[in-house]
């Protein structure tokens, strides 16, 4: 590739990943967002459920303490479906693990090229072409040798959309001028608290629960507040009756969630026994 976009008036140089700021330290929430239970639909390609988890409010880059993610196993494993999903969700393919290795790594390294994959992450970021792992690798160094013909057809096919004929200098991608640890990744609009994100992405609750429930939670913080700045002194009566209408409205609730209040009781009792495991 190198001869092939240097007659085109590109540079190839090589950054190291580490050094630069695709490289971060994984946040509390995206280790919280990241689980076996949701590994296991990744494995079994199961896409609406994986969907469900991942428009829920967790991560959008769930990974272990190591930068090992969620998105590089959909890469690795050449699943062009799980990583629209991603991507439709806010998913970053300027990131690294902590052997330097970035998404584009893992869609080289698969058992049997998906040029779809590698399509959505280079069409995103060109630069990744130009990153090396920690061993001093660039991603297309992964290509199984019995793929190369394969990846060389593939490549002249993109050569003019991904590396047009320039005079001037390109420009790589700012990361590659950013220090490590400077960018991370940013928690979703429709974020989940911490302790949620957790329980859903290991199926100790559905995305629905958790929503309810934290929408419970704002709900409450506002009535509080409106409470604390009101003047006004209900009688007895009045609070009874405010009682049973609360009661009346948190049955519609739980309806409309096709939930019963002993519904509710159980995800609470979840909840306590996965913060109990979390203590342990």
Not at 25 to 49: D, F, G, L, M, W
């Amino acid at each position: 590739m190198d001869v092939m976009i240097h007659a085109r008036g590109y540079s190839t140089r090589r950054y190291r990943t580490l050094q630069t700021g695709y490289y971060c330290k994984p946040t509390k929430y995206q280790q919280a967002s990241y689980h076996v239970n949701i590994v296991k639909h990744v494995r079994n390609h199961r896409v609406e459920e994986f969907r469900s988890i991942l428009s829920s409010g967790i991560s959008p880059n769930p990974c272990n303490a190591y930068g090992e993610s969620l998105l590089h196993m959909v890469c690795r494993r050449g699943d062009a479906d799980l990583l629209e999903i991603m991507l439709e969700n806010g998913s970053s393919v300027q990131v690294a693990d902590d052997y330097g290795r970035t998404p584009l790594h893992d869609a080289c390294w698969a058992a049997t090229p998906s040029f779809d994959t590698v399509e959505q992450i280079a069409s995103r970021d060109i630069t990744l072409f130009h990153m090396t792992d920690s061993r001093g690798a660039v991603p297309l160094s992964y290509v199984r040798r019995e793929h190369w013909s394969e990846w060389i057809d593939f490549l002249e096919r993109k050569k003019d959309t991904w590396w047009p004929p320039i005079t001037g200098e390109d420009e790589p991608s700012e990361l590659v001028d950013v220090a490590p640890n400077e960018r991370p990744i940013p928690e979703p609009a429709n974020a989940l608290t911490i302790e949620l994100a957790g329980m859903v992405a290991s199926g100790v609750m559905s995305p629905s629960e958790a929503r309810y429930l934290q929408d419970q939670d704002m709900e409450d913080m506002d009535a509080t507040s409106s409470d604390e700045e009101s003047d006004d002194d209900s009688s007895e009566d009045d609070s009874d009756d405010d009682d049973e209408s609360s009661s009346v409205d948190e049955e519609e609730e739980f309806e409309a969630l096709g939930m019963t209040r002993a519904d509710m009781d159980d995800i609470l009792k979840r909840m306590k026994y996965s913060n109990a495991q979390q203590v342990q």
